[in-house]
């Protein structure tokens, strides 16, 4: 029989389905509800912020008195932020702007106890060729993500290795 993960977690479109002020207001109810559950149910031993640490920038400025507590579950890897900023879409922006919204993510997650170490892309449409590359370059070695591969292909699936392009020796296990 196969083990199953289950990693509670949030996907967050802060700038797609709401106004700001409308996300604001959602995720002030909702992070302090998941730093309350993550503080008081043992059943819940981790949560993951969608890979952004854009959003809990935003919930710490309305809610600043909170930042003590999100920091205590962040350093002890209940609470899983970074390492981006923002989700970027990353075939269709460049290299250094890539670089820049995953060091200005993985900044803030380490000012709060710990970035998440993992090239998280769950919304992308497409795949930059050099994406293996530049993670690497900013000490990430493994990935998360949802589109891009066609795995009807017959792919091994249990050992896949993506490659940027011209080699590189960059490879990234799923």
């Known amino acids: 029989m196969a083990k199953v993960h289950v990693l509670p977690h949030t996907h967050w479109d802060r700038e797609w389905y709401f106004t700001q002020q409308d996300s604001d207001v959602l995720a002030t109810y909702n992070f302090t509800k998941v730093i309350e559950t993550l503080e008081t149910e043992s059943r819940y031993s981790v949560y993951h912020l969608d890979g952004q640490s854009s959003i809990v920038e935003d919930y710490l400025k309305i809610l600043p008195h909170m930042h003590d507590r999100m920091a205590k579950l962040v350093a002890d890897n209940k609470l899983y932020i970074g390492p981006w900023y923002t989700q970027t ?5 460049a290299g250094e702007s890539i670089i820049r919204n995953l060091k ?3 900044h803030i997650a380490e000012s709060l106890g710990h ?6 892309l769950p919304d992308t449409f497409g795949h930059n060729a050099q994406m293996p590359t530049l993670f690497k370059g900013c000490g990430i070695d493994n990935i998360i993500f949802w589109r891009g591969i066609d795995f009807d292909e017959q792919i091994d699936k249990s050992n896949f290795t993506w490659t940027s392009l011209g080699g590189g020796g960059q490879h990234h296990r799923l």
């Open 104 to 106: 200005y993510g993985m």
């Open 115 to 120: 970035s998440m170490k993992v090239g998280y």
């Open 89 to 93: 879409d990353s075939f269709n922006v």
